[in-house]
């Protein structure tokens, strides 16, 4: 009897695990619109499922990370943070290469780090502009070709409180090329070249 209940209970706890699992994600598989590419475009056309999400919940834009091909085309992860101590977060995920926001997730509590805040709305230097004066930066490089791309945003630094944090990488040559970008000025930051591991 007992190892009957103790079976019981493996399965209700499974049971109330998943749950919670699936409560925590919600589909949108909503089309974007054809020239929608970077982060400011991307945030302000996610923001209004995440009021649909939160309701009348403060929050912020915490983070943007972007995987993308050679076309500046591929996943973006909109990080959104609430007010609340400590807060909570939601990700918004899109494929802007599928053109399509693909769904909302709302982290657990032990994968829940702050990510901070962004004032993206001031910036003056959105993704596409970052990736451009990173490839400026290189492009008198011997053989300098790209496959991917990863721009993200950090509030981490000291000196700059925001910044881009742009690489290029051409995965066959296993090649990085790098900068850090002050969203407001344009100014970089720091830049570093080629190196043999790749930062991905």
């Known amino acids: 009897m007992t190892h009957i209940l103790r079976n019981m209970i493996i399965i209700i706890l499974a049971i109330v695990i998943l749950s919670s699992c699936n409560s925590a994600m919600k589909d949108i598989n909503k089309n974007l619109e054809s020239d929608i590419t970077t982060a400011k475009e991307i945030v ?23 995987i993308l091909d050679k076309k500046g085309e591929g996943r973006v992860t909109i990080s959104y943070v609430d007010k609340k101590d400590p807060p909570n977060v939601v990700n918004v995920y899109i494929d802007s290469k599928q053109k399509k926001i693909l769904n909302l997730r709302s982290l657990n509590r032990e994968d829940k780090a702050d990510p901070g805040e962004i004032n993206i709305y001031e910036w003056t230097v959105d993704s596409d502009l970052a990736i451009d004066i990173t490839k400026e930066l290189f492009k008198s490089e011997t053989n300098f070709e790209i496959d991917k791309i990863l721009a993200q945003t950090n509030n981490n630094f000291i000196k700059s409180p925001e910044v881009w944090e742009i690489k290029l990488i051409n995965t066959k040559d296993k090649m990085t090329y790098w900068s850090t970008i002050d969203p407001y000025s344009g100014e970089v930051i720091g830049s570093g070249g080629k190196t043999t591991k790749l930062l991905i």
């Open 44 to 66: 302000n056309t996610t923001i209004p499922y995440v009021n649909d999400y939160w309701g009348n919940r403060e929050y912020h834009v915490g983070k943007v990370s972007m």
